[in-house]
């Protein structure tokens, strides 16, 4: 019974099967349910905004989301949220260079790709306009500015 209790637990480590906090659950079921539609004012911070409160996260209103997450030792999970200040991306897609900025913008982590690769759920981009949409972002194509993940907190 112990060894099939192991495997189990082993083979879901390796399906990348984690247990999502229960604030990250909330959130991430209320973005879901906002994909396509213009959350508040139509402000990308809206949507971090209302996500939270819908979750009964703890908050400071304006940009503190949380606990920081430390990229290097801490997973990312589908309800963080991620703050851009400043940021320019960089990156080749097949034989072209595409470039990013992000002055100040405010995102929710929708679903992680990879370490350091994330489906975000945004709003206020020339892409989505002011309703949610869902793009892909890569922490390896940032070259300037700075990028902090945050854990929501009670």
């Known amino acids: 019974m112990m060894r099939l209790f ?10 990348g099967e984690v247990k999502l ?12 349910s906002q994909i396509g539609k213009k959350v508040g004012r139509g402000e990308c911070w ?3 905004s209302q996500a939270l409160n819908y979750a009964g996260a703890s908050w400071d209103g304006v940009y503190g989301f949380g606990k920081i997450l430390d990229l290097k030792k801490d997973s990312i999970y589908p309800g963080d949220i991620i703050q851009f200040n400043n940021v320019k991306t960089s990156r080749k897609e097949k034989d072209q260079l ?9 995102a929710v982590v929708y679903e992680v790709l990879e370490r350091g690769v994330v489906k975000m759920a945004e709003q206020n981009t020339s892409e989505f306009g002011r309703k949610v949409g869902v793009s892909v972002f890569d922490t ?7 990028v902090t993940f945050y854990r929501p907190t009670l």
Do not use: E
């Open 140 to 146: 390896k194509s940032v070259i300037s500015g700075k």
């Open 98 to 106: 595409i470039k990013g900025s992000y002055p100040i913008h405010t």
């Open 6 to 15: 192991f495997l189990v637990l082993f083979f879901g480590v390796l399906q």
């Open 46 to 48: 809206d949507l971090a």
């Open 21 to 32: 906090p229960a604030l990250n659950q909330k959130i991430a079921k209320y973005v879901q």
